[in-house]
């Protein structure tokens, strides 16, 4: 099976609507980040808290900034705290697929005889498996939870790490710097800290945020389908899949949630989008 | 009858005239050279022919195909123009062609472009012109992809899809550099030969002046986006005048090299873009160099069928 | 190419067999054992003892394994521990519905994607081109099932011309399927669409500063035209590669949306299965999704090696 590589914008326009985009998606970030992080620390109501005689409040009603769900939730708390999972998520996802994925990646790449082949159809294999297949496994298993759904995201993530770490090695190993240094007597360990891990870091950087944008996506539509967080903790997804119920009656519950999960992925993309200007032409310029 | 006239033109990349005021005129059956390294801007100027300049360069001046203007054509009547009147066979035979679709049928599409053929026709006629290329088996080939077929291979079918239509003027943009050495004497018969058979005229651009001299007969030398002289071929290489003819001469002449010395060059390289001194382009490269030459000189006759920009020439052989 | 064409097909088999061996060895490792859960906790160890003889899960794990592949070779996928059922029969009516909404899915997508991509690409220096772009940045980053949920309500609720959820099959009544399967085909469309648009565009920027497209136009080709000849094609080369990644994506996408529209495909009866910890139905179903997966991903490598004729006789 063929990945191909992202395909290469033509020599960006550096010019404001450039910058204006990366900003636009540092500010989203930022955004998400203030409200997981707030949310430890304030709430304007407990996003927990059932209220009966508040129930699906209208904006502004009864003190509700964006209402209350059919329990007499708060919206706006629960989307606070719901940011949590949300970032959560993308960390988790990110993390596990570098960890795992970019060293089988660069050791593909080095040793690129029959230990590169065999990672690399590994590899292959594990692509095979989508996030939501995993987490269907593990959720049949051990019981849908915040932790089964990340970790089934973070696996599925590792393929496209791996994959991309062992291309930009293969380039890396084919410059000169490296050819000196193995001609140097240098050993792998040596070679892979200081050429390959700086050279395809920033590559690696751009694939973090946008594999980010996507873990989070995964996980939304995992707790859509009860496969991740679990009430009573607030999630973006489930939040969504509990408001379809009242589609009929209180349409506004369905706009919210989605519109944070869509902000939050947009400035994940953005930013991606404005790192891989920053960091890669370098390396565009030698693949073309 | 004169088939194609550039006259001043000029194409300006931002506020860079990369091409300056150059004209030419070639009439049926001229075979005239344009001579220049790399950043003369000879390329650009052969596009501007074709109205196949780049987005970010702009043409100014005025360019005439068979008595008509072109200058301001809008793309569909270009494309009338292009391939029936006009065609140009490009450097890079390796990327030339659609690498998907087989050689057959995209000199039949050429065909096909202009004249009224059904498919079958089209192909036949296609397979004959790989056949007029000189292709061995040209059936055979005419079956085949691209990367199926070698450089020189592939030019040739280049060249049969550029006079497929038989315009009234072939251009060349350094046909033959990315080829073999063996294989680019055969090339360059075979353009003269095809051009002298339709009585085409020929607009043969290099930066390879003993190519130049085999196939032309009139010749231009140009730098800095200028035309710097021009006459007939022999008589501009056999005593040229301007230095930077004589430079790029005594550079190509290794046979006149004693053994063990050092080879001539110009001194100095080409700038680049936009770098290119005030007044005469080559001053600053020039050992003939004058204050005066801070003017740009006139492109001025010098003789009855030579002219020249250099107000400090060199001297000609017979004064 | 032959020769090429087996090696894929090995690999294929390969590939299917491990994952089956990562999906038993999940599912044999997952805790619970299936006697006991039906027998629940008062009964007796000799009666947990015979059941799982009875039921074959005290037998060494990879004699298990040995005889869940040998009955899926016979297209037997076992048997419900808990719906007493037989697992392929249950699967068989809902493949339909999912792989109708992925077909549907991946068309609208293409419908999509290749028009707003070219766009994109041609007109990629003004203003109208930059738009576009951003709004396949927007559309990729939004949630298909959210999408689903707020059409269904413009649509369904709201203006009530298209049904908020079901299926009917196609054999029954065509117009009433190809209706149930707007909305929630939009809804993934949207999405995949905006994600293929990206690629669209790039690679069709990229065929837009090939040497060939000169080359036609020199020989009397408008811009348009050659790359409605030439460029077309060679774009789609690299499109085609990842729709085969696409596909898998748009499966997965289709039982999430499946969710959202109450269809009765293969989504709902394995989140019905997980929450019933019915193993041998989730172990069934999701072996043949990733079969599924699988075997699409090779039909698109074979697609490539059909377009692009560089790759059939180099090796």
């Not at chain 1, 995993?134 to 393929?159: D, H, K, R």
């Not at chain 1, 062992?166 to 000169?176: G, K, N």
């Not at chain 1, 997804?237 to 209180?250: E, I, N, P, V």
Request: with cysteine; proline share 6%.
């Amino acid at each position: 099976m063929t990945v191909p590589t992202i395909p290469i914008d033509e020599p960006r326009r550096r010019g404001r609507l450039h910058h204006l985009t990366v900003g636009l998606g540092f500010v989203l970030v930022l955004l998400t980040i203030v409200m997981a992080l707030v949310s430890f620390v304030w709430t304007p109501y407990d996003p927990t808290f059932v209220n009966a005689n508040e129930t699906l409040d209208g904006l502004g009603q009864h003190g509700h900034l964006l209402g209350t769900d059919a329990f007499g939730r708060d919206t706006f708390s629960q989307l606070l705290v719901g940011a949590r999972v949300t970032l959560l998520a993308g960390i988790i996802a990110v993390a596990i697929a570098a960890v795992v994925g970019v060293p089988a990646g660069i050791l593909a790449g080095m040793r690129a005889r029959w230990l590169g082949e065999l990672i690399m159809r590994g590899n292959d294999i594990l692509f095979a498996f989508p996030a939501l297949l995993l987490a269907i496994l593990f959720a049949a298993g051990w019981g849908a939870s915040t932790w089964t759904a990340m970790v089934a995201i973070g696996i599925s993530t590792v393929p496209v790490f791996a994959r991309l770490a062992r291309a930009s090695t293969l380039q890396v190993m084919t410059t000169e710097y490296v050819l000196a240094a193995r001609a140097a007597g240098r050993g792998g360990w040596w070679i892979a800290r200081r050429h390959v891990l700086p050279n395809i870091a920033s590559v690696l950087v751009v694939q973090a945020s946008v594999a980010f944008g996507l873990a989070i996506l995964a996980e939304a539509a995992l707790a859509y389908l009860g496969l991740s967080t679990q009430p009573p903790t607030p999630s973006w997804g489930r939040m969504l899949h509990d408001a379809q119920g009242y589609l009929f009656t209180a349409p506004r519950l369905s706009v919210w949630p989605g519109i944070a999960i869509g902000l939050a992925v947009l400035g994940f993309n953005l930013l991606g989008d404005g790192l891989r200007d920053l960091l890669d032409p370098r390396l565009r310029e030698r693949r073309r | 009858m004169t088939v194609l006239e550039l006259r001043e033109l000029t194409v300006h990349i931002g506020s860079v005239p990369v091409v300056d005021r150059v004209s030419l005129s070639l009439g049926a059956g001229d075979r005239v050279g344009l001579i220049g390294e790399s950043g003369s801007g000879k390329t650009l100027t052969a596009l501007a022919a074709l109205g196949l300049l780049p987005e970010t360069a702009r043409p100014g001046g005025g360019i005439e195909l068979c008595g008509q203007s072109v200058q301001d054509l809008s793309e569909r009547q270009w494309a009338r123009l292009r391939g029936d009147q006009i065609a140009m066979v490009f450097q890079e035979p390796m990327t030339a062609l659609d690498p998907v679709m087989r050689v057959g049928k995209q000199v039949a599409i050429a065909l096909r472009r202009h004249r009224d053929l059904s498919r079958r026709a089209a192909f036949a006629s296609a397979v004959d012109l790989l056949r007029q290329v000189e292709l061995p088996e040209p059936a055979a080939i005419a079956r085949r992809y691209p990367h199926q077929l070698s450089g020189g291979q592939r030019q040739r079918v280049v060249l049969a899809m550029a006079l497929a239509n038989e315009p009234a003027v072939l251009v060349c943009d350094e046909p033959t550099t990315a080829l073999d050495v063996t294989v680019q004497a055969r090339m360059l018969a075979l353009i003269s030969r095809l051009v002298s058979d339709r009585g085409m005229a020929l607009l043969f651009i290099s930066h390879d002046l003993a190519v130049v001299s085999q196939v032309c007969e009139r010749v231009l030398v140009m730098y800095g986006g200028r035309i710097v002289e021009s006459g007939p071929v022999d008589r501009v290489f056999g005593a040229p005048r301007h230095p930077y003819t004589a430079g790029l001469l005594a550079a190509s002449d290794i046979a006149d090299v004693a053994p063990g010395a050092a080879l001539r060059t110009i001194g100095g390289s080409v700038p680049g873009m936009g770098e290119f001194p005030s007044g005469c382009v080559f001053r600053n490269r020039c050992d003939r160099a004058l204050p005066e030459c801070a003017e740009i000189p006139p492109l001025v006759p010098d003789g009855p069928d030579r002219l020249l920009a250099c107000i400090n020439p060199v001297p000609r052989a017979d004064s | 190419m032959a020769l090429n064409l087996a090696r894929r097909l090995g690999f294929l088999v390969l590939t299917l067999a491990v994952a089956s061996v990562v999906i038993f060895a999940v599912c044999a490792w997952i805790p619970g054992d299936p006697a006991t859960t039906l027998l629940g906790t008062q009964a007796t160890p000799a009666a947990v003892h015979q059941l799982r003889h009875q039921l074959g899960t005290d037998r060494p794990l990879t004699s298990q394994y040995g005889s869940w592949i040998k009955s899926l070779f016979t297209g037997d996928l076992g048997t419900s521990y808990v719906t007493k059922l037989q697992v392929w029969p249950q699967i068989q009516p809902r493949l339909g519905v999912t792989f109708s909404l992925v077909l549907v899915g991946m068309v609208l997508a293409l419908l999509i994607a290749v028009p707003v991509g070219i766009f994109a690409a041609v007109r990629h220096r003004q203003v109208s081109g930059v738009v576009v772009s951003g709004l396949s940045q927007i559309g990729l980053a939004l949630p298909a099932f959210w999408i689903g949920i707020l059409l269904a309500f413009v649509f369904s609720v709201k203006l009530d011309i298209l049904p908020p959820g079901g299926y009917v099959s196609f054999r029954q009544d065509p117009v009433e399927w190809l209706r149930h399967l707007v909305l929630p085909g939009i809804s993934l469309a949207l999405v995949q669409g905006a994600v293929l648009s990206r690629y669209v565009r790039g690679a069709v920027l990229d065929v837009m500063n090939e040497d060939y497209i000169r080359t036609a136009r020199a020989g009397g080709a408008t811009f348009a035209k050659a790359l409605w000849r030439h460029g077309l094609r060679n774009a789609a080369i690299p499109v085609v590669t990842v729709l085969g990644l696409q596909l898998a994506t748009l499966l997965i996408g289709a039982i999430v949306i499946e969710s959202v529209f109450t269809m009765p495909g293969l989504g709902l009866m394995l989140l019905q299965a997980v929450g019933n910890r019915d193993l041998v139905l989730v172990e069934g179903t999701v072996m043949i999704l990733v079969a599924a997966v699988l075997v699409l991903n090779f039909l698109v490598d074979l697609l490539y090696l059909l377009i692009d004729p560089r790759l059939r006789s180099s090796r």
